[in-house]
């Protein structure tokens, strides 16, 4: 069954019209339609859309498990955990996605990313993850993002000094991750590497967003 299908069936479950669904699940009702006919594909709104409508979101989003989930099942005192229902699915895409990330109707295109992951972290507007690259984030002392971490990069947060962020300079066409400085009246991108050297952000620079997390993955 196609997640179109599985959106379609959910919905019959909780008797939600596609408005109704959307409102519950904080999105549009295009957003929902678009999904139905398979316009679109799954987005970070899959547990959203799969708690508005009482079902399991690993049922919805990748067809594993039963649709909704048992707890309450008779002679058992064991219950069956469903997935946090705080947990957000977000795309990993690449870091020349990342530079030309603009925004748009649909902020997922159609094959941006065939992998996902989970974050407790709700954002604010369209979000997605990055794999770092490099040492220049590595520092011998505070703050360090050492090469292979992922970052969860929010397209709406407010970009203000101080905050690490992911930036598109004119003459690349891959974003690049720093820290945002000002000093002088002037800002700047700033490497936690001072091995690195430290970039002026000026009017031909973008900020395509602000980094909210960053966790170590660990490769055997």
């Given at each position: ?172 066409n891959e ?40 966790t170590q993955?660990?490769?055997?």
């Amino acid at each position: 069954m196609e997640f179109k299908d599985r959106l379609k069936a959910a919905r019959r479950h909780a008797d939600l019209r596609q408005g109704e669904l959307a409102e519950k699940a904080g999105l549009t009702q295009t957003s929902i339609s678009d999904l139905e006919r398979g316009k679109s594909k799954a987005t970070a709104h899959v547990v959203k859309i799969a708690d508005a409508c009482g079902v399991s979101a690993i049922w919805l989003s990748d067809n594993v498990g039963p649709m909704v989930v048992d707890s309450k099942k008779e002679g058992s005192n064991v219950s069956l955990a469903a997935q946090n229902p705080q947990s957000f699915r977000y795309p990993v895409i690449s870091w020349v996605s990342a530079g030309s990330w603009a925004e748009a109707v649909e902020p997922y295109p159609v094959g941006i990313s065939d992998r996902y992951e989970f974050s407790e972290y709700n954002s604010k507007g369209p979000a997605f993850w990055l794999e770092v690259k490099g040492d220049s984030m590595t520092s011998p002392v505070g703050t360090s993002i050492a090469q292979g971490s992922l970052i969860l990069v929010d397209t709406e947060v407010e970009a203000t000094p101080g905050k690490l962020v992911v930036a598109k300079l004119p003459d690349s066409n891959e974003a690049t991750f720093k820290k945002l400085v000002s000093d002088g009246g002037r800002l700047y991108l700033k490497p936690l590497n001072p091995g690195y050297p430290t970039e002026i952000f000026d009017e031909n620079c973008r900020i395509v967003g602000v980094v909210v997390q960053a966790t170590q993955k660990f490769h055997y």
